[in-house]
């Protein structure tokens, strides 16, 4: 940028503001996982979700108790790698009131809207998906490594078998029959027919199992519904494994007067549903979500504008001194008045005009 441009004064005020938003956004932005603290010091892990299903966008803000993930991940990974998929029912934590908790909360949203029991299987699943993918060694020290969905939630990340873990823990604990589904390097959940009365089955993916039909429900890809089969696994084969929930692992917290230090066995939490709100155009979700950023955007095009402008006339050449005060030269001639005088008479000696064809003076036509 220009020294002469630098040195306009609004200019240099748009320059400082944007640099002052710039440095101050780590400190203005909420950062993830922030630790909160009540008034009797029990702490928390908040986490904020935000997905759309149904034609509408949903907000939840959880507050995880710390003591409950810590609880979780004191699990080590060599604990945790002994148990194969035929075992997951270790990770599927329905006991956990605070997971109960979630699971009630999500179908009394689900309930307050009316929707059909695949509805509420395909809102839930929304939720899940909302929680971004990572490889379990993108996002641990470990190559694996299965989450609680305590974990999950806290830690807002997880493979497909942390999706899964999760996704099935909820519905198990709406009472749903579920078991994993696992084809070739992946897992996901089935949902029991007899859950999808309310659905048009046709054209859906299902393993059968038992005798039941399990209909497809994929954790990881954002927009899968119930039956849904991602197509790098079409005409795949799949393992069934159902899900034992007598195997889960209940943490052994120590016992207080507060639910947050012992969720486990004290009556359910009390959680905060998500909220909802109509699917807005992207431009207002900037606003609502990243104001900050919307903020710095219309200060960049507005920086962006001004020095446009301000390189433009600054190019522009400037007429000189002399060039202004001289009037410059108009298509329209202007004849000279002697050089309208330009036929000679004969007769009489005299001039004429250009166009005459008789002598003005003698009257005789003019050779």
């Not at 009390?270 to 979700?285: C, D, E, F, R």
């Not at 330009?342 to 064809?357: G, L, R």
Request: hydrophobic share 35%; with cysteine; aromatic share 12%.
């Amino acid at each position: 940028m220009s020294r002469s441009l630098l040195s306009h004064k609004p200019t240099r005020i748009l320059i400082i503001v944007a640099i002052a938003l710039i440095i101050s956004l780590p400190i203005i932005r909420p950062l993830g996982d922030v630790i909160a603290q009540t008034p009797n010091q029990i702490q928390y892990y908040n986490t904020d979700f935000a997905w759309d299903y149904g034609g509408n966008h949903w907000d939840w803000n959880l507050s995880i108790p710390v003591t409950l993930y810590n609880a979780y991940i004191a699990v080590p990974d060599s604990v945790r790698t002994q148990y194969g998929l035929a075992d997951f029912g270790f990770f599927t934590t329905t006991q956990d009131n605070y997971m109960q908790s979630l699971a009630d909360k999500l179908n009394e949203t689900a309930t307050q809207l009316g929707y059909s029991s695949s509805d509420k299987v395909n809102f839930v699943l929304s939720f899940v998906q909302s929680i971004p993918y990572k490889t379990d060694n993108e996002s641990t020290i470990y190559q694996d490594y299965p989450r609680f969905p305590v974990e999950t939630l806290v830690d807002d990340v997880g493979d497909c078998k942390s999706h899964s873990i999760l996704f099935a823990t909820l519905m198990l604990s709406l009472n749903y029959d579920i078991v994993f589904i696992n084809p070739p390097d992946h897992l996901a959940v089935g949902v029991q027919q007899n859950n999808l009365q309310s659905t048009p089955l046709q054209q859906l993916t299902y393993w059968t199992y038992n005798d039941k039909d399990y209909y497809y429900c994929e954790t990881t890809g954002a927009g899968f519904t119930i039956g849904v089969l991602p197509q790098q696994f079409n005409g795949q084969t799949a393992t069934i494994y159902p899900i034992d929930e007598s195997k889960q692992y209940v943490p052994n917290l120590q016992s207080t007067s507060n639910f947050e230090q012992n969720p486990m066995t004290s009556p359910s939490p009390n959680i905060a549903g998500p909220s909802i709100q109509p699917v807005l155009p992207i431009s207002i979700n900037l606003i609502y979500s990243e104001p900050v950023l919307f903020i710095l955007i219309i200060l960049a095009i507005v920086i962006s504008i001004t020095v446009t402008v301000k390189t433009a006339s600054k190019s522009k050449p400037r007429p000189s001194l002399n060039q202004t005060l001289s009037p410059q030269p108009s298509n329209t001639k202007v004849a000279d008045a002697n050089s309208e005088i330009n036929k000679f008479c004969i007769y009489c000696d005299s001039n004429n005009k250009s166009y005459a064809s008789y002598c003005q003076k003698c009257g005789k036509k003019i050779a």
